[in-house]
């Protein structure tokens, strides 16, 4: 068990090593930053102020080392190592609440949400076009898909592979 009561005697929502080190656990809407030894860095308390009682979905980390937060209602929040906070993001789609963030091979970002669907992402851009939904329909039931839970692209045809809640798709991009 992990030796921090708290961590190890709680629902852990999600765990990421990330490349430049440390071990990153989401403990409901408080994150941790943790050490290789066990010991703790820093606990990002609430890290939900703007929207208690939400949890975290997913801590993803991009192609350059970036640590990225989705979380449940409360939106999405990338690392700021130079000042060890966290910086929020506009709000994504009706729901907030993006479920995953996904770096691809030509450093496109994804986000999955779970209610608004699949957004393509540009950190860079306007607030206006920083977001821009991709629309997925279900061709058996004739309805858009909405939520999703985890996205992988493949190393032969470079397909986007997106796990919905209804169906598996492959997505050229």
């Known amino acids: 068990p992990f030796p921090h009561e708290k961590i190890g005697s709680s629902w852990i929502h999600d765990v990421?090593?990330?490349?430049?080190?440390?071990?990153?656990?989401?403990?409901?809407?408080?994150?941790?930053?943790?050490?290789?030894?066990?010991?703790?860095?820093?606990c990002f308390e609430n890290l939900l102020k703007s929207a208690p009682g939400n949890g975290i979905n997913s801590i993803?980390?991009?192609?350059?080392?970036?640590?990225w937060v989705c979380t449940w209602g409360g939106g999405l929040h990338k690392?700021?190592?130079a000042?060890?906070?966290?910086?929020?993001y506009p709000a994504i789609?009706?729901?907030?609440?993006?479920?995953?963030?996904?770096?691809?091979?030509?450093?496109?970002?994804?986000?999955?949400?779970?209610?608004?669907?699949?957004?393509?992402?540009?950190?860079?851009?306007?607030?206006?076009?920083?977001?821009?939904?991709q629309p997925i329909l279900n061709e058996k039931l004739n309805l858009p898909e909405t939520a999703f839970f985890s996205v992988v692209?493949?190393?032969?045809?470079?397909?986007?592979?997106l796990?919905?809640?209804l169906e598996l798709y492959a997505c050229k991009v």
Request: glycine fraction near 8%; aromatic fraction near 18%.
């Open 16 to 42: 990421m090593v990330a490349t430049k080190g440390g071990i990153w656990v989401a403990v409901y809407s408080d994150l941790y930053h943790c050490n290789p030894d066990y010991s703790i860095r820093k």
């Open 60 to 67: 993803n980390e991009d192609n350059s080392g970036n640590i």
């Open 79 to 81: 690392y700021i190592a």
């Open 83 to 88: 000042s060890d906070s966290f910086m929020s």
């Open 93 to 133: 789609g009706m729901h907030n609440a993006p479920f995953k963030l996904f770096q691809d091979k030509d450093n496109h970002y994804w986000i999955l949400t779970w209610g608004d669907g699949v957004f393509s992402f540009d950190p860079e851009a306007p607030e206006d076009k920083m977001y821009v939904r």
């Open 153 to 161: 692209q493949d190393d032969v045809d470079n397909y986007i592979w």
């Open 163 to 165: 796990f919905g809640d």
